[in-house]
């Protein structure tokens, strides 16, 4: 690979991880149900200018590539020419069989020049020049992007909706005890009288974050460079924290539901195991909200088989498919949207109502800091996250029997 070839290789590659960082800072607000922040949009804009800059320098440089090419194209075509002019008799040298190599020994041996010659051709032996011998003009890319299997869509924060966290604490009114109202048990008997009780339910803001110290020597030398690979990881490893703290604060706080038996499970106990759910959710939340379900992705091989991602129309469901793991959506049995995540714990399936639990966010996002001393970036990425459980029996824990 020549030098340009090089030039144009890495402003391509480097273009390219400028073009995958704002799309993951955009799907993150997507995932979120969010705004871009304006942190987030800043960083966008100076994305899109070393993206402008790339572009202008690719223009002349691939130019200068093209013609390259071209240039050792006709020189290739006119060595050809020349070593045919100077030998127009002389082609390469191929024996049919070893009888014919042994007879122009023969003759060769006996004083005959064509014999000789057509020999000297075909045993002359070549200087090879190889990889082994220029090592220094070997260059070593870097295939981009970066592998990194990191899950950070956060299933079940994104199914509920994270809302605009208050403060550092907050309170939710609740209605414990309604007023009543009865059948009059005679003309002019006194009603029933009962005072309504709104109790309150408490919030309180966490903080989860993360930092790395960058050596400015790192920063400026990588390639791809690795400022916006160690912000991405912070994002998404702060992505897996909250969702873990999420789905820890629900499962602690569900109703047991029903238990699947142990083995392959058929159907009809699956969704029977929703169904019971689902009227539980009811009883308690009287049909507010959205009902749901997110499970670990072990119990796909169990759930997947029994419910294919075709729609007879005797089947309980839209089926599961595997092409849609990276939203978190796996499938649909009896109109209950089943959702995959890493963070809910083996052989359990939660099944809530989105009244019956919220999350709260408020997101700091990516802080850096200079530090002169030692020519260091001290990176941070940092959030205040809660998750806060409004009924407990709104959310019902299924447990299957390993």
């Known amino acids: 690979m020549s030098a340009t070839d090089s030039v144009i290789a890495r402003l ?14 955009i799907q993150d607000a997507e995932h979120s149900g969010r705004d871009l922040a304006t942190h987030e949009l800043e960083r966008i ?18 130019e200068i590539s093209r013609m390259n090419v071209e240039s050792r194209a006709r020189y290739r075509e006119i060595v050809s020419q020349v070593e045919q002019a100077r030998n127009p008799d002389r082609g390469p040298v191929e024996y049919r069989s070893a009888g014919e190599y042994i007879v122009d020994m023969w003759l060769a041996r006996q004083g005959d020049e064509d014999a000789s010659s057509r020999l000297d051709l075909y045993n002359r032996a070549a200087a090879h020049q190889t990889t082994a011998g220029t090592p220094g003009l070997l260059p070593v890319p870097v295939v981009e992007p970066v592998v990194n299997f990191v899950d950070a869509s956060r299933p079940l924060v994104s199914a509920l909706g994270p ?62 460079g690795v400022m916006d690979i160690v912000i991405g ?25 029903s238990t699947l038996p142990t083995g392959p499970n058929t159907a009809d106990q699956i969704s029977g195991a929703l169904w019971a759910a689902a009227s539980a959710i009811y009883a308690a939340t009287k049909g507010i909200g959205r009902v749901f ?71 700091i996002g990516s802080l ?23 009924e407990s029996t709104g959310i019902i824990k299924i447990t299957k029997t390993p």
């Open 368 to 390: 850096q800091v200079v530090e002169p001393s030692v020519l260091g970036i001290q990176v941070a990425y940092a959030g205040y996250f809660s998750a806060l459980v409004i």
């Open 12 to 25: 391509q590659a480097e273009e390219e991880q400028h073009l995958g960082f704002i799309d993951t800072l």
């Open 233 to 257: 990881d912070l994002a998404a490893q702060y992505a897996i924290q909250t969702e873990g703290y999420a789905a820890t604060t629900f499962a602690a706080a569900a109703t047991a539901g």
């Open 293 to 363: 379900a997110v499970i670990p992705p072990g119990l796909l091989a169990g759930w997947g088989p029994v419910f294919p991602p075709y729609g007879p129309m005797n089947q309980q469901g839209q089926g599961f498919t595997a092409a849609t793991f990276n939203s978190g959506l796996a499938g649909v049995i009896s109109g209950i949207p089943i959702y995959v995540s890493n963070a809910i714990a083996a052989n359990t399936a939660l099944v809530m109502s989105s009244a019956a639990g919220e999350v709260y966010e408020d997101r």
């Open 45 to 62: 804009g100076k994305e899109r200018e070393r993206i402008t800059e790339i572009r202008a320098q690719l223009g002349p440089i691939q």
């Open 163 to 224: 809302r605009q966290l208050p403060g550092q604490t907050w309170t939710r009114p609740k209605v414990t005890q309604h007023t009543s109202v009865a059948s009059q048990s005679a003309e002019k008997a006194e009603l029933v009288s009962q005072a309504m009780v709104i109790s309150k339910l408490t919030g309180t803001a966490y903080t989860y974050g993360g930092y790395v110290n960058v050596s400015r020597q790192v920063a400026d030398f990588t390639q791809p």
